[in-house]
């Protein structure tokens, strides 16, 4: 199957990924060069058209028929068809996971053809699962080399040590990195491009530039450490000792654990001048609020520091508890979340400046 290239057009949709009507003359143009890549994309822009959303078994026929050269080209999209985390948008593949598994020869095949296929030639989110220890530089590279002009955001995880510096200039436009790893490596960069870091490793090694800012666009740094209690505080603060690398940097994140330690790292951190806005949603204790109140002077700079919680934390706690002892009794209040009196007093003391309602979706940490 001969797949149409038009240059001018490819370069409009990269430069207005949101643009429908672009999506439109370009599904067009294809149908007029016999490119049956047209079927897809003009069926995906009428339903958006009409406001609805396009019919999966009318889409999936369409797949079918593109069936044996989805075969041909790219298996690993054949596969992502029927079953594998993947969503379709206006004719185009908009986010895919990508996995090399252990002792699968095709999988670098597979994932080559997938990176080159012209269903990818849009992608804006892409998750690489890299369970395969001598394939992590491998994918990593070959993304960096292969990397959608819209791509917006990029998880790698599961590899027990990988290098994340042949990524430093992976977005074209303000995106999101995120990792997952037994040991991720980042270097002195630069690394362009990138507005929110999301880090969830066991270990970090983290060497950035003594002389030039190795993080020149981040904004938000999200902490959610997954390795011991002692190695996941001291890379984080080593993180957050690095002023100068990240001078762009606002907000710091911590919603997921440790949420009264990392306030501590972070009310010791030379990037606390700089920062105006700080969110534990779900992670702070009455020890943290403590932290919080006593230092309201120091933290005067910040706009937003986001304390609310669901009750998830306490109820996940319990439930896991109960599970081997039906009798486990729950700590009292404050030693899960910040109870009552203390959210009264933080509330006098910081004023709007602290928030307690979480807005819905509240804290976008999807990938």
Same mark, same amino acid.
């Given at each position: 199957m001969v797949h149409r290239e038009h240059p001018e057009l490819e370069a409009l949709l990269v430069a207005s990924p949101d643009d429908l009507g672009l999506y439109e003359a370009y599904g067009r143009w294809l149908a007029e060069n016999g490119d049956p890549r047209a079927e897809l994309i003009l069926f995906d822009c009428a339903s958006e058209r009409q406001g609805r959303k396009p019919n999966r078994d009318e889409r999936h026929a369409i797949l079918e028929r593109q069936n044996r050269e989805l075969y041909a080209l790219a298996p690993f999209l054949s596969s992502c068809m029927h079953g594998w985390p993947f969503v379709w948008a206006r004719g185009f593949l908009r986010e895919l996971t990508l996995q090399i598994h252990e002792g699968d020869a095709t999988s670098r095949e597979q994932v080559e053809a997938v990176l080159v296929h012209p269903y990818t030639r849009l992608?804006?989110?892409?998750?690489?699962?890299?369970?395969?220890?001598?394939?992590?530089?491998?994918?990593? &590279?070959?993304?960096? &080399? +292969?990397?959608?002009?819209?791509?917006?955001?990029?998880?790698?995880?599961?590899?027990?040590?990988?290098?994340?510096?042949?990524?430093?200039?992976?977005?074209?436009?303000?995106? +999101?990195?995120?990792?997952?790893?037994?040991?991720?490596?980042?270097?002195?960069? %630069?690394?362009?491009?990138?507005? /929110?870091?999301?880090?969830?490793?066991?270990?970090?090694?983290?060497?950035?530039?003594?002389?030039?800012?190795?993080?020149?666009?981040?904004?938000?740094?999200?902490?959610?450490?997954?390795?011991?209690?002692?190695?996941?505080?001291?890379?984080?603060?080593? /993180?957050?000792?690095?002023?100068?690398? /990240?001078? *762009?940097? +606002?907000?710091?994140?911590?919603?997921?654990? *440790?949420?009264?330690?990392?306030? &501590?790292?972070?009310?010791?951190?030379?990037?606390?001048?700089?920062?105006?806005?700080l969110d534990f949603t779900d992670t702070l204790t009455n020890r943290g609020a403590a932290l919080l109140y006593s230092n309201a002077e120091r933290?005067?700079?910040?706009?937003?520091?986001?304390?609310?919680?669901?009750?998830?934390?306490?109820?996940?706690?319990?439930?896991?508890?109960?599970?081997?002892?039906?009798?486990?009794?729950?700590? %009292?209040?404050?030693?899960l979340e910040i109870d009552g009196p203390w959210r009264s007093r933080l509330a006098r003391r910081f004023g709007k400046q602290i928030r307690f309602k979480i807005p819905v979706g509240h804290p976008h940490l999807g990938l």
């Open positions: 992608l804006r989110r892409l998750s690489l699962g890299i369970t395969s220890g001598g394939a992590a530089p491998w994918l990593v &590279e070959r993304v960096a &080399e +292969r990397r959608p002009q819209t791509l917006e955001s990029l998880f790698v995880s599961g590899a027990s040590s990988v290098s994340i510096d042949p990524l430093r200039s992976i977005f074209a436009r303000p995106g +999101r990195l995120g990792t997952y790893n037994g040991t991720s490596h980042f270097g002195a960069g %630069p690394f362009h491009g990138i507005r /929110m870091l999301d880090v969830r490793d066991q270990q970090v090694d983290w060497r950035p530039s003594d002389v030039d800012a190795s993080w020149p666009d981040l904004e938000i740094l999200v902490l959610r450490p997954r390795g011991s209690h002692a190695d996941s505080l001291r890379w984080s603060a080593q /993180m957050l000792s690095s002023a100068r690398a /990240m001078p *762009k940097l +606002r907000e710091v994140w911590a919603c997921e654990s *440790k949420g009264d330690e990392l306030l &501590e790292v972070i009310l010791a951190s030379p990037l606390l001048p700089q920062l105006r806005r933290l005067s700079g910040i706009e937003e520091i986001r304390i609310g919680s669901t009750g998830d934390r306490r109820a996940s706690i319990v439930r896991v508890a109960r599970v081997g002892a039906p009798n486990y009794e729950p700590p %009292p209040l404050g030693e």
